[in-house]
């Protein structure tokens, strides 16, 4: 009898909104962690792609294991039989994040995020956009009432960055934190020793 593959998968969706790097980083990383990824990418994020990264879509593709088409809706990721550790939108569009909340499941992207709400699984939304009106505020309450975790990529300035990619790592491993995936990204805090004479 053939026993069951236990490699643990990630669910990596790249949407529209700026800030590509952080689903590029994620992929690059994962290439050399146990995990399997599945990948799917929007229409406006392989347009925000090649915009931000100058990278095509091959490019990414070959980072991932697996790739879904946005549009596949019988993919494997579409179903909860599809054993994963959950998913990450990095980064979640406005756009994504709406279709997501409502249900409407209008895309694989949106299906895969639904199924694994349904599931009880992860699901992490890195929403990029600021200003924020009421209705976005309001979406993303009801998405984390569903068990969604809404995290915007806000800098840890306490870490020092000296360049962007400083930036994009340390979010990426506080990301991957989420799924108890280590990747050595994350500065962890050391806490800050009391001045002397300090009261």
């Known amino acids: 009898m053939k026993l069951p593959d236990m490699t643990p998968r990630l669910i990596v969706g790249i949407s ?7 689903g590029v980083r994620i992929l690059e990383v994962l290439q050399q962690a146990p995990v399997e990824t599945h990948l799917v990418i929007s229409k406006a994020g392989r347009l925000t792609l090649m915009h931000e990264t100058g990278l095509r879509q091959n490019d990414i593709e070959r980072m991932a294991n697996v790739v879904h088409h946005n549009h596949d809706i019988g993919a494997t990721i579409s179903s909860g039989s599809f ?30 995020a639904d199924v694994v709400l349904k599931e009880r699984r992860r699901l992490v939304l890195m929403v990029r956009e600021t200003p924020l009106h009421r209705n976005h505020l309001r979406t993303m309450s009801e998405l984390s009432e569903l068990g969604a975790v809404i995290a915007p990529p806000v800098p840890a300035l306490y870490t020092h960055p000296e360049c962007v990619q400083d930036i994009v790592d340390h979010t990426v491993g506080r990301l991957l934190d989420l799924f108890d995936i280590e990747v050595g990204l994350a500065e962890r805090w050391p806490g800050i020793a009391p001045e002397i004479g300090a009261r």
């Open 16 to 22: 529209g909104a700026s800030g590509a790097a952080y």
């Open 83 to 112: 054993r994963t550790l959950g998913m990450i939108v990095a980064p979640c569009s406005v756009k994504t994040m709406s279709e997501i909340a409502s249900g409407m499941t209008a895309s694989l992207m949106s299906r895969a």
